[in-house]
């Protein structure tokens, strides 16, 4: 019998088993697909000579998470690489905002376009200096980040704190207007704000774009030498080498109570899995509360808030290989890892409320990546592997283009859409069509079905808004991994601090299940309790 069932392979279920089995508790982790990884997994599905990156494929908050540099992947074979250029936002023009890997070197670029915000992005990177550990550190630890928070109060009195509060609080276009003169900087702020969903009028975008704007400043956007999934597979295999047990194909279906304590799980094959001293979720929040808990054994409370949880976009994603270079107009963009595409900062607000008022955007924002140029080993050389997602609602009213979108995502739909985003790179790279090997087409509905955790495409595990972050993170009152069955632990990105590669959600629910008090083991491990024998646990 294992000390602790870890409920999915994703990021944050590998790093809380990681944790676990390192402190000599035995666990196993059920994942329902075939691969373990959740949103962090790479093939050759588009072409056998490229590598692709699934879902996720630069990873910031990996670099700045503590818990992943604890775990010493490098170690396992895990290394990185990075572009010669962070981000690149070309603008109709010709020129390019330019998100640089010196600081000294970004404030020149912004400094072309007008004088004086070089200066201003050295002072928000100053201010970054200053207060970006405590930051992080009161993100990265769980909620309430007591010493993390004395630290970054101390710090505020003394630097105006207030100042710097009401500037994170501000929308990304405001606080862009505040900062800047030029539209460089302001579409780097807006650009990185829609990372999440949060458009650049909604309360908090300003901070949340100068975190990630910060963040690539400071560390990149690092991508895993070979692939997404060689991050997985170093988080496997060191858990394998600390004991640790990795089930693939194994969908759970039910968390077992016994006496108001998870005392196991039960698989979609009838297979019951018991768990001594703990279960840990790596699943969604409304798939925890709403499926695999009996709702007899969830406060009202906690349920009736859950009918109001908010999911994050809907997200659509196009995986490419090219047979060269994309062709882009502005120069810079050919050197950068990422490149957003969008109209200046008005067109990512005509984005936002196209998806507010639930249209599908007729010029999506685009987040476009370009792997081989980040990473030469994921295509051969002179060619690039490619992809670009953009978002669309949940429930589509209307399309704001003209092929009639209703949100089915048949073929059809799908060929529509991906030739509405091709042809918004058209306008940014002429030419790029005729460089199309082969591409394949990720609706909402595929990325749910490859990873049940992207509810219908969702891939933040809920909105990044303000009204559900910290404490109101997944519901109002929470804010820790702790769920109202003793034993049972949330441990994905529904749970502070959220959305993103970092596994802070998945340690905070390992050391929370270490610091519990163990469960009792039952006097046999026989009976109903024998590992995959196929009959059901009392209850």
């Keep these: 019998m294992p000390d602790a069932v870890v409920i999915g392979a994703g990021p944050n279920g590998l790093v809380a088993a990681n944790l676990l089995a390192e402190k000599g508790w035995s666990v196993e982790v059920l994942e329902a697909q075939p691969d373990p990884g959740g949103a962090v997994r790479s093939d050759r599905g588009v072409h056998p000579d490229y590598v692709s990156d699934l879902f996720s494929a630069f990873y910031p908050l990996a670099a700045a998470s503590p818990v992943l540099a604890g775990l010493e992947l490098q170690e396992e074979g895990l290394s990185w690489s990075r572009a010669p250029r962070v981000l690149a936002h070309p603008l109709p023009d010709g020129r390019c905002a330019v998100l640089e890997r010196r600081a000294e070197e970004t404030a020149a670029g912004l400094d072309r376009f007008a004088a004086g915000d070089g200066a201003a992005w050295l002072d928000l ?74 458009g650049p009028e909604a309360a908090g975008s300003g901070g949340f774009g100068w975190l990630m704007s910060m963040l690539g400043q400071t560390y990149g956007f690092p991508v895993p030498v070979g692939g997404a999934g060689a991050l997985t597979a170093a988080l496997v295999r060191r858990l394998e080498r600390h004991g640790g047990v990795v089930r ?160 089915r995502w048949d073929r059809r739909e799908q060929e529509a859409m991906a030739d509405r985003m091709e042809n918004e ?87 929370a299940a270490l610091r519990g008090r163990a469960a009792r083991r039952p006097r046999s491990a026989c009976g109903p309790w024998r590992i995959r024998a196929g009959r059901n646990a009392g209850e």
């Design 125 to 198: 990177c100053t201010t970054w200096n200053r207060f970006g550990p405590d930051i992080l550190g009161a993100l990265f630890t769980p909620f309430p980040p007591v010493r993390s928070s004395v630290r970054l109060a101390a710090r505020l009195r003394a630097a105006g704190g207030l100042r710097l509060a009401r500037t994170l609080l501000l929308p990304a276009r405001r606080l862009g207007e505040e900062q800047f003169r030029g539209e460089a900087g302001r579409l780097l702020l807006a650009g990185n704000a829609l990372h999440a969903d949060l």
């Design 248 to 407: 693939c194909g194994e969908r759970v279906n039910k968390v077992v109570v016994r006496g108001g304590r998870a005392v196991g799980v039960r698989t979609a094959q009838g297979d019951a899995v018991p768990a001594s001293r703990a279960v840990l979720a790596d699943v969604s929040a409304p798939a925890l509360y709403g499926e695999l808990v009996d709702a007899r054994h969830l406060p009202d409370r906690l349920l009736s808030d859950l009918q109001r949880f908010q999911w994050d976009f809907a997200t659509f994603k196009v995986d490419w290989a090219l047979n060269g270079p994309v062709p882009w107009t502005a120069a810079e963009a050919a050197t950068a890892g990422t490149v957003h595409l969008a109209d200046g900062v008005d067109g990512l607000t005509r984005f936002a409320a196209q998806i507010a008022t639930g249209r599908v955007p007729d010029r999506p924002f685009l987040l476009f990546g370009q792997m081989t140029t980040a990473d030469a080993t994921r295509s051969p050389a002179g060619t690039e592997s490619a992809w670009a997602y953009t978002h669309v609602p949940h429930r589509i009213k209307g399309d704001a283009g003209e092929e009639g979108l209703i949100g």
């Design 425 to 511: 790179v058209e306008r940014w790279a002429p030419g790029f069509r005729s460089r199309i090997t082969s591409r394949r087409l990720l609706a909402p509905p595929t990325l749910e079905s490859m990873d049940a955790n992207l509810r219908g495409g969702a891939i933040n595990g809920g909105t990044a808004a303000a009204h559900q972050q910290l404490v109101f993170r997944p519901t109002p009152g929470t804010g820790r991994p702790e769920t109202p069955v003793k034993g049972l632990y949330l441990a994905s990105a529904a749970a502070h601090p959220g959305g993103g590669v970092h596994g802070i959600p998945g340690a905070n629910a390992a050391r």
